[in-house]
Nanobody, 125 residues
Framework: EVQLQASGGGLVQPGGSLRLSCAAS?????????IGWFRQAPGKEREGVSC????????AYADSVKGRFTISRDNAKNTVYLQMNNLKPEDTAVYYC?????????????????WGQGTQVTVSS
């Protein structure tokens, strides 16, 4: 089955940057065209942040991260990246990557069925 490994989280000051990575592997990956990033802050529901279509490279972003976050892919490495710039304290959360069939609009958790483990991002001075 498809497995996802997220990494790259850490502690950063406001205004700083981090790059998250999501490495995908396993049979069935060819049928999962959408890779999404989600986040969950303490006491809040998991929300979609961004997604990318593995084949055509189309992307989508939540309004809260537009202009600050950039999602990209390296198909040779089966890896998707989330470059996060100008980080804010409200970006603090556990970030998860997930695989789904498509990337159409801001990712919805109900459309993604393969999940990786989370990576903690903390934005604090």
């Amino acid at each position: 089955e498809v497995q996802l490994q997220a990494s790259g989280g850490g502690l950063v000051q406001p205004g700083g940057s981090l790059r998250l990575s999501c490495a995908a592997s396993g049979p069935g990956l060819d049928y999962k065209f959408g890779i999404g990033w989600f986040r969950q802050a303490p006491g809040k529901e998991r929300e979609g942040v961004s997604c990318i279509h593995r084949t055509d490279g189309s992307t989508a972003y939540a309004d809260s991260v537009k202009g600050r976050f950039t999602i990209s892919r390296d198909n040779a490495k089966n890896t998707v990246y989330l470059q996060m710039n100008n980080l804010k304290p409200e970006d603090t959360a556990v970030y998860y990557c997930a695989a789904g069939i498509y990337c159409i609009g801001v990712p919805d958790i109900n459309e993604y069925d393969i999940w990786g483990q989370g990576t903690q991002v903390t934005v604090s001075s």
